[in-house]
C-alpha cells in the first residue's frame, strides 16, 4: 500500500513536469516562430495612427518610424540598421527610433501592439504600411519598393548618372 502511493506520486510528479515542459516549448516555439513574420499593413493602420500625430518632416521625404525600447533584444539588433539608413539615405529618407519604455504615450498614439514596429510613410505623411518585429535593411528597403517607393541612395545615383 505504501509503496503504491509512492509510484503514485511519482508518476503524477513526472506527469506534471512533462506537461509544464510541453507548455513552455510550445510557447517559446509558437513566439520564435512567429515573432518577425506579422505585417499590419494600411488598411488597418489608418484607423489607428491619426495622421495629424505623425511625426512630419519639414523634408518632404519618405519617413520610417521605428518604435521600441532600447533594452529589447530585436530593437537593439534594429539600432545599427537605423544607423546605416539614416546615414546612407540622408536627405532621402527620414529615420526615427521612438523609446515606448522611456516614452509611453508613443505607444498609444502610434497604436502599438508589439515592439520593435516599423511604421513606414510616403513624403506627404501618409501611413503606408506597418511591420512588427525584426526586419532587415533589406526588407525595409523592399517594403518601401513595394509601396511605389524606390529608395536610392546618393551612391547609388551617382552611379546612374555617372
Keep these: 500500500m505504501y509503496s503504491r502511493k509512492i509510484i503514485n506520486m511519482k508518476l503524477f510528479t513526472v506527469t506534471a513536469i512533462v506537461v509544464i515542459g510541453l507548455l513552455f516549448v510550445a510557447n517559446h516555439f509558437s513566439r520564435s516562430l512567429f515573432s518577425g513574420i506579422r505585417e499590419v499593413w494600411a488598411a488597418e493602420a489608418k484607423t489607428k495612427t491619426p495622421q495629424k500625430d505623425v511625426a512630419t518632416s519639414p523634408k518632404k521625404v519618405p519617413r520610417l518610424i521605428d ?8 530593437c537593439v539588433m534594429m539600432a545599427p540598421i537605423l544607423e546605416e539608413l539614416k546615414k546612407e539615405y540622408a536627405g532621402i529618407l527620414d529615420v526615427e527610433f521612438v523609446d515606448v519604455w522611456k516614452n509611453p504615450n508613443a505607444g498609444q498614439k502610434y497604436g502599438i501592439r508589439g515592439i520593435p514596429t516599423q511604421i513606414f510613410y510616403d513624403a506627404s505623411g501618409k501611413e503606408l504600411g506597418r511591420h512588427l ?23 547609388q545615383k551617382k552611379k546612374v548618372t555617372g
Aim: include cysteine; charged fraction near 30%.
Design 133 to 155: 518585429g525584426f526586419i532587415s535593411k533589406e526588407q525595409i528597403l523592399q517594403s518601401f519598393k513595394k509601396f511605389g517607393i524606390e529608395l536610392k541612395s546618393p551612391e
Design 67 to 74: 518604435v521600441g525600447a532600447d533594452k529589447c533584444i530585436p
